[in-house]
Every structure is written in structure tokens, then in C-alpha cells.
């Protein structure tokens, strides 16, 4: 059992204000992702959680126990690091072994404790050897295997993966989901990487600016962005942003874009007025080739399956499909691009979104 | 790697500037050696010779009858040297680590204050000091020339370990403090070790400067014979009448010896602790 809790957590360096307000309430055996452009706060609340940073206001409760003033330890939380921070002089062995070295336990337990540990995490024949002599991805696992040995109640990931390449981030997402199922235990993890976040977490929280954007699963991340940061921050390629004017508010809301091109959309517009300017989302991956808007294709990029197609509107307006492979675009080309109204997200002047009423409602 | 190859005159130039500086800081040497051989009729004959048939290595033999406590004041050299170094090295470590990782109020002004007592020589400070030692029963000791030679060498000492070690990644110590090592277990069982490089190098620095400074505060601090290190112990080959410089040479380069071969074990630590960090490993 290990619940996470913040309450109120913010964070000044001195005039700069970091973290304004995080509350964030995280259950047992979840694996949560805080992603966040750089400078979000999102490393900043890891370090607090981890006891790294003390907080300026507010508590971090774990099992519902305070511990905002407890060192790390004795929250029972370790923490695997961005430069995996192991220690060169001392063998792979030694360096699963220091914490347990810490509380000075008895060879044995140590050596049965790092044996179990190395044997999740396939390291049983490196353990005589040095940090420097394994691989980029061997001396990750070597750091998880330093943070498992301890038996935290929470671990802590602060991007992990971001020194590793493309081929071997992607074999450790799988490894880590994996090792997540096997300890069963709460997980933090900070990335910039939007994959990583789709792809791993249980739950999603985008930080903007040291405020919580939103904290949701990533399909309701996806579905359902409240605000317009999210919506242009999960998903690859990025929503498509198009500026419109509101004609009407009833039986959903009807647009008209600058190219005249008018449409109702399936959002609740309650809070809209006629006349007012909304930005209207459409992802790549819910343009086809039909009628509706119009674009100048300025560079196709064929990636076998998709063809990711990049133009502009004739207002300059900057617009990308995510086309079938095959599709017969050319450079230049002016193509008209249609969409189902009901994948169309709206934003209102702040960034707030208007919700979609006919959204996919896939619950994971 | 291709930006370490050089064409021809470009070697020529570099191997001449080496050969200038070798020569500068070699020649002494070879001067005292030749010096140490010569008899004493031969070292002020006109004109120079660099190689005479009458060279030889009697004035090794003749300088321990010459000046009896020669051997002991070899080894005090060594003994004061060494434990100026250890002292200052139990001093300088956790100091460096203070400046190097933990907040404290006046930091930069402390540390400066430190350095700034480097600005004086010794010389400058020699009565002062007197009055110190007398005051604490000190004059005429071992003492008397270790802790004055300690107290100047900690500022450079701290100075030099302390940008050596704020280049150990600060995570390494978060790591072991998120697994509950304190500050002290952290310093031991991963920065000292981390450390080591530096810690050759600033303790050789230490040695040479604590070698060097010596002769000063051994003829100003010290009368006892039996204490002299060799710097002032060298003072015997100063007859009334002659000075033995054949024989002062010898005992020289005698006494530097063991100190030189020391050193050339200890190279290969010097030069990776001054490039260490130098590079992404």
C-alpha cells in the first residue's frame, strides 16, 4: 500500500515562483507520469517528493502519513536518476548493495537481496564488473536495480530514459511497464516525451508554467484536453489550430472559418457567444482528403503507412494531415481537407475547451 | 584523432620550445651535479671545462664526515615535508568538501579572507610568528616548523581540491542521500574515492610547497642541530675559511633523491587527476 499525496505544494527559488498550488492525489500501485515543455516544475516536484528540494508551503502525505519534513529514506521512496548516478569506482554488485551497505545489513541478506534483484533485471553476470564497462541501457537497469533493493513503498523516475537511443528508449518503456506490473508499486516518472507518457502511465500529469494542466488518463488526455496546451502538447504530429468565428449556439456550435467554409460542431457552447473568435482543434489524424478546408501542400513526408502532409491555408494558417501512405498528394498542390465534426475540438479565448459531445468514450 | 597531427616544421617549432624550456629548468641541475664531482681545486679553473679526467665521486664519501648529521637532517626534510602534508590534508579535505557542496554564510568571503593570507610570503610574517611560537612554547621543535608550514599551505590546498571536487556530479551524493547515507558515509564511501586524483595532486602540491618553505622557518624558528632539515642543514659546508661547495652539492641532490623517486611513481596520479573531468566519460 502506498498512496501519494500532495497538498498545496509550492515552490519558490527566491523571487522566482516554480510551483504554484500542486494538489495531486495519486492511489496505490498507480504508474503516474508528469510530463511538461522544460521549465515546467515537473523535476522541481519530483525532488520535493523525493525529499531532494524541501517544498515553501504545503504537504506531501504518503499512506496518509506527513512526511514534508522526513528525510528521503524514511519516506520509503527511492529514485532512479537521469544520469543514472551510479558510483564508477565500486563493481555493479556494490553499487545494487549501497543501500542496503546504508543500514549495514548482514552479507547474506545483502547477497541474497542483489541476487534477486540483478535476476529481475538480467544482470546476474555483470555484477563484477564496473558502470563503466556496460551499456547505455545495462547501466539503467544497474540503477532501477540500486533503487529496488531497498523494497521502496514509491519509486521515482526522473527521465530515465532520455540518454538512451531511440531503439533502446523504446525496449525500456516495455522493460519498465513490465518491471511496474512485476513490483507492483507506486510509480513516479518525470519525461518531457510525450510517448513515454502515452505509453506507460496510468494517469497523466501535464504541468504548464508550475500549474497542473490537467491529470487524466492518457485517452482522456487525448479525447478530452481541457485546455488548448494539452490538447497541442499529447498527440504526434500536433492539433491542427484553426481560428473561427461563432455564428451560432444552438444544436451545437456553427462556425465560419476565414475561408468562409461554415460547420456545426458537436460541443457543449453553453458558455460561447455569436460573434466571438474560437480556435477550432482538428488532429492530423482526423483530416482526410474531401471537402471542407482548403491547403496548399508545401511538403509531404511519406512514411510509409502515413503520409504526414504539411501546407498552408489560404489565410497562412499552418495545417498538417496525417494521410494514407498512398495518397496522391503532390507539392504545391492545392487539396481540400474534410473532417468528421465530431473529432473537431473547440477552445474559447482563454484555452478552456468546449466539450465534445460525441467523443469516443474509451475507458482505460 | 586528426587535430593532433602536425606537419613537419610544426614539430620542429614544438620539439625546439621543449628543448628551450628542458635546458632552462634542467641546466641547474646538471650544473650541481658536474659541481658535486669536481674537486674543490678544479671548480674555480679558468676556462670552463664541462668534463675533467680528476671528476669523481669523493665528495658523496667525504660530505658524511664533513657535516656528521647529515643523515639526520635528510631525514628530518622528509619528516617535516610529510607531516606538513598529512596535517594540511586532514584540514584541507573536509574544508574543500564544505566549499565545494555546502551553504554557509560569508562562503566566498571566508574563503577569500584564506587565500588573502597567501598574498604575504612567510618572510613577511616572520616576527609575528616568532612571538606565536614563543608564546606557545614552541620555538625549537619539530612543531615549530610544521605548524606555520601547515597554516600557509591550507588556503591553495583548499582551493585547488575544492574546484576538483565540485566537478564529482552532484547527483552522485543525492543518489546515496536518497538511500540514507549521511553526509559523512557520503564523503567516505563515494566522494573521497571519486576524489583521489585530486587529492594526489593537491597533497603533491602540498609536499613540494611544505619542502620549499622550509629553510625559512628552520633558521628562523630552530636552533636545536638535531631538528635542521637539510635546506638549513646545508649551512655546515659554509666553512670559515672555504665553503665545500662540492660537497654541498652533493649532499643536495642526495637529500632531494628519495623525494624525486617518489614523485616519478607518483606521476601517472598526476597527470590523471589533472585532467580528470577534463573529458565526458
Not at chain 1, 494517469?203 to 488526455?221: D, S
Not at chain 2, 668534463?51 to 660530505?63: G, R, T, V
Not at chain 2, 614552541?138 to 608550514?149: C, D, E, H
Request: net charge neutral; glycine share 8%; hydrophobic share 50%.
Amino acid at each position: 500500500m502506498a498512496t501519494l499525496n500532495l497538498q498545496n505544494i509550492t515552490k519558490s527559488f527566491g523571487a522566482a515562483h516554480v510551483l504554484h498550488g500542486i494538489d495531486l492525489a495519486i492511489k496505490d500501485k498507480e504508474f503516474i507520469v508528469f510530463v511538461g515543455p522544460s521549465g515546467c516544475g515537473k523535476s522541481t516536484l519530483l525532488r520535493i517528493i523525493a525529499g531532494l528540494e524541501a517544498a515553501t508551503a504545503g504537504q506531501i502525505l504518503i499512506d496518509g502519513v506527513d512526511v514534508s519534513d522526513a528525510a528521503p529514506v524514511d519516506r520509503g521512496i527511492s529514485m532512479v536518476f537521469q544520469s543514472y548516478a551510479l558510483y564508477p569506482h565500486l563493481s555493479i554488485y556494490e553499487n545494487i548493495a549501497f543501500p542496503l551497505r546504508v543500514q549495514s545489513l548482514p552479507e547474506t541478506e545483502v547477497k541474497a537481496k542483489v541476487g534477486k534483484a540483478a535476476e529481475i533485471l538480467k544482470l546476474t553476470d555483470k555484477l563484477a564488473l564496473k558502470p563503466g564497462q556496460l551499456s547505455g541501457g545495462q547501466r539503467q537497469r544497474v540503477a532501477i536495480g540500486r533503487s529496488i533493493v531497498r523494497s521502496p513503498k514509491i519509486f521515482l523516475f526522473d527521465e530515465p530514459l532520455s540518454n538512451l537511443d531511440a531503439a533502446l528508449r523504446g525496449d525500456m518503456r516495455v522493460e519498465l511497464s513490465q518491471l511496474h506490473r512485476e513490483l507492483s508499486a507506486t510509480m513516479v516518472y518525470v519525461t518531457h516525451d510525450q510517448i513515454e507518457a502515452m505509453t506507460m502511465a496510468h494517469r497523466i500529469v501535464v504541468l504548464n508554467k508550475g500549474r497542473i494542466e490537467q491529470f487524466g488518463t492518457p485517452m482522456e488526455l487525448y479525447h478530452h484536453p481541457a485546455t488548448k496546451f494539452v490538447a497541442t502538447f499529447i498527440g504526434q504530429p500536433n492539433m491542427n489550430l484553426v481560428q473561427a468565428s461563432v455564428l451560432g449556439t444552438t444544436n451545437g456550435l456553427t462556425v465560419e472559418f476565414s475561408g468562409g467554409q461554415r460547420m456545426t460542431l458537436p460541443v457543449d457552447c453553453t458558455t460561447a457567444t455569436v460573434g466571438s473568435l474560437v480556435d477550432v482543434g482538428i488532429r492530423p489524424e482526423n483530416l482526410m482528403l474531401g471537402d471542407g478546408l482548403s491547403m496548399t501542400v508545401r511538403v509531404v513526408e511519406r512514411l510509409g503507412g502515413v503520409a504526414m502532409t504539411y501546407g498552408d491555408m489560404p489565410d497562412g494558417t499552418r495545417i498538417c494531415a496525417a494521410l494514407p501512405g498512398d495518397t496522391p498528394v503532390a507539392e504545391g498542390a492545392v487539396v481540400g481537407l474534410g473532417l468528421n465534426v465530431a473529432d473537431a475540438h473547440v477552445f474559447d479565448a482563454s484555452g478552456a475547451v468546449m466539450r465534445r459531445l460525441n467523443a469516443p468514450t474509451l475507458v482505460v | 584523432m586528426l587535430i593532433d597531427r602536425y606537419s613537419w616544421p610544426q614539430k620542429l617549432a614544438l620539439y625546439a620550445a621543449m628543448a628551450v624550456f628542458l635546458t632552462f629548468i634542467l641546466l641547474p641541475f646538471l650544473e650541481m651535479f658536474r659541481t658535486s664531482l669536481s674537486p674543490m681545486s678544479h671548480l674555480f679553473h679558468a676556462p670552463y671545462e664541462i668534463w675533467s679526467d680528476k671528476f669523481s665521486f669523493d665528495a658523496y664519501f667525504a660530505m658524511w664526515k664533513k657535516v656528521p648529521l647529515l643523515g639526520r637532517y635528510i631525514w628530518n626534510s622528509i619528516f617535516i615535508a610529510s607531516a606538513v602534508t598529512a596535517l594540511t590534508m586532514i584540514f584541507v579535505i573536509p574544508a574543500a568538501y564544505a566549499y565545494a557542496r555546502l551553504d554557509f554564510p560569508l562562503k566566498n568571503l571566508s574563503l577569500g579572507v584564506f587565500l588573502s593570507v597567501n598574498m604575504f610570503t612567510g618572510a613577511v610574517l616572520l616576527i609575528p610568528l616568532y612571538r606565536v611560537m614563543n608564546t606557545l612554547g614552541l620555538l625549537n621543535t619539530y612543531w615549530s616548523m610544521i605548524v606555520p608550514g601547515v597554516a600557509f599551505l591550507i588556503p591553495t590546498g583548499i582551493w585547488l581540491l575544492r574546484s576538483y571536487l565540485e566537478k564529482i556530479p552532484r547527483e552522485l551524493e543525492e543518489a546515496a542521500f536518497m538511500d540514507g547515507a549521511s553526509r559523512l558515509y557520503t564523503l567516505r564511501r563515494v566522494v573521497l574515492p571519486l576524489a583521489v586524483p585530486g587529492i594526489m595532486v593537491v597533497g603533491v602540491s602540498v609536499f613540494i610547497g611544505a619542502y620549499a618553505q622550509q629553510y625559512l622557518f628552520a633558521i628562523t624558528f630552530n636552533q636545536v642541530a638535531e631538528l635542521q632539515p637539510l635546506p638549513a642543514g646545508l649551512n655546515q659546508f659554509i666553512g670559515y675559511q672555504t665553503v665545500e661547495w662540492n660537497q654541498m652539492m652533493a649532499a643536495a641532490l642526495t637529500g632531494v633523491l628519495p623525494v624525486m623517486i617518489v614523485f616519478l611513481f607518483l606521476q601517472k596520479y598526476l597527470v590523471a587527476g589533472l585532467t580528470a573531468g577534463a573529458i565526458k566519460e
